[in-house]
């Protein structure tokens, strides 16, 4: 899908700031509990560990949400999505909460009835073996495919329908396209894939590479 997360590339960002050497891990005490409530709220809505899931409900978030709130506050946006997603959270029951602890006294939806995902990893981590060879080779001319996306990828907007080279064949991982939906992992093979910056974003770019990791589902030969 194409939500606020898919950025790269996009003009009217303004520069990149690196992060400082000696940025903390938390630079405020709630960002700590704002890490640990999202995790927590992340695997209850999910029925197990789902980091694509996760991802997906952070790229829905709107501009407001995923940019002026902060990285733990997007997070938190994210996993309020979820639990909505799952039925453990009404809509606006968060936002009725946050008023009545300020003393406005207003009426808190009704308790939903749960509906988890009936989801079960196949074993941990995201590494899965398959029983095949992998469709392309290093040195390898791909292109990436054009196709539209209605739910979530890792394939990034500003990548598709372009010609690149393959650099490394990786191993199987589960696909994100399927698994943030709970349709099942589809294991496949990703490859790191090497773009001239002027292919994806025309003659007048800067000249650079650019490698991407993508699933072999994203990928076919060139003609």
């Known amino acids: 899908m194409e939500g606020i997360a898919d950025m790269g590339g996009t003009p009217g960002w303004g520069p990149v700031h690196p992060p400082r050497r000696d940025e903390p891990v938390f630079d405020e005490p709630w960002q700590g509990r704002a890490f640990a409530l999202a995790t927590l709220s992340s695997r209850i809505a999910s029925g197990g560990i789902n980091v694509d899931a996760f991802r997906h409900g952070l790229e829905r978030l709107d501009r407001a949400a995923y940019l002026d709130d902060g990285y733990y506050g997007r997070w938190l946006g994210g996993a309020e999505l979820m639990l909505t997603d799952s039925g453990i959270l009404a809509p606006g029951a968060i936002g009725a909460r946050a008023r009545n602890l ?12 749960p509906a988890v995902p009936d989801y079960a990893p196949s074993a941990a981590g995201s590494l899965r073996p398959v029983d095949r060879e992998p469709a392309f080779a290093a040195g390898e001319r791909v292109r990436t495919k054009a196709m539209p996306v209605p739910g979530h990828t890792r394939l990034p907007g500003y990548a598709r329908g372009h010609t690149g080279v393959v650099e490394t064949v990786r191993p199987a991982f589960v696909l994100p396209d399927t698994n943030a939906h709970f349709q099942g992992e ?12 002027r292919e994806l974003w025309g003659a007048g770019a800067e000249p650079f590479a650019v490698t991407a990791e993508l699933f072999e589902n994203y990928l076919e030969a060139t003609s």
């Open 102 to 113: 300020r003393g406005e006294g207003v009426a808190e939806p009704p308790i939903p009835e």
């Open 186 to 197: 589809n294991p496949q093979y990703v490859y790191s894939v090497r773009f001239d910056s």
